[in-house]
Nanobody
Framework: VHLVESGGGLVQAGGSLRLSCVASGSIFSINAMGWYRQAPGKQRELVADISSGGSTNYADSLKGRFTISRDNAKNTVYLQMNSLKAEDTAVYYC??????????????WGQGTQVTVSS
C-alpha cells in the first residue's frame, strides 16, 4: 500500500492550497483517513481526519480554515486550506487505516508534502 501526497508549495499568507493524497496497492477497504503536520522542531500533530462514512474531526485551532474531504471511489483524501498563516508552515502527511486484500489492517503514511506560507 502506498500513499502519495501532492499539492504542497509556497503560498503567501492569506492564500489557499488544496492537498491531495491517493492510496494505492492491495487495498480491500480504507477506514479513517487523515492529515497530520510537523513543523521544524515540533512534534507531528493531527490536522484533521475523516471516517469512511464522512464524519470529520479537526484540531480545534484549525476549525473554520481547513476542510477535509474524501472520495472513496478514488481512495483519495483532500485538505482544503484557506486563510493560511505563517504558522501553518510544515510538512503535511497523509495517513490511512487500510484493510488489505489479505485482510490485514495497518496504518499507512505518505512521504509528506511541504507547505510554506510566507508572511
Amino acid at each position: 500500500v502506498h500513499l502519495v501526497e501532492s499539492g504542497g508549495g509556497l503560498v503567501q499568507a492569506g492564500g489557499s492550497l488544496r492537498l491531495s493524497c491517493v492510496a494505492s496497492g492491495s487495498i480491500f477497504s480504507i477506514n479513517a483517513m487523515g492529515w497530520y503536520r510537523q513543523a521544524p522542531g515540533k512534534q507531528r500533530e493531527l490536522v484533521a481526519d475523516i471516517s469512511s462514512g464522512g464524519s470529520t474531526n479537526y484540531a480545534d485551532s484549525l476549525k473554520g480554515r481547513f476542510t477535509i474531504s474524501r472520495d472513496n471511489a478514488k481512495n483519495t483524501v483532500y485538505l482544503q486550506m484557506n486563510s493560511l498563516k505563517a504558522e501553518d508552515t510544515a510538512v503535511y502527511y497523509c495517513k490511512a487505516g487500510v484493510v488489505t486484500i489479505a485482510r490485514t489492517w495497518n496504518d499507512y503514511w505518505g512521504q509528506g508534502t511541504q507547505v510554506t506560507v510566507s508572511s
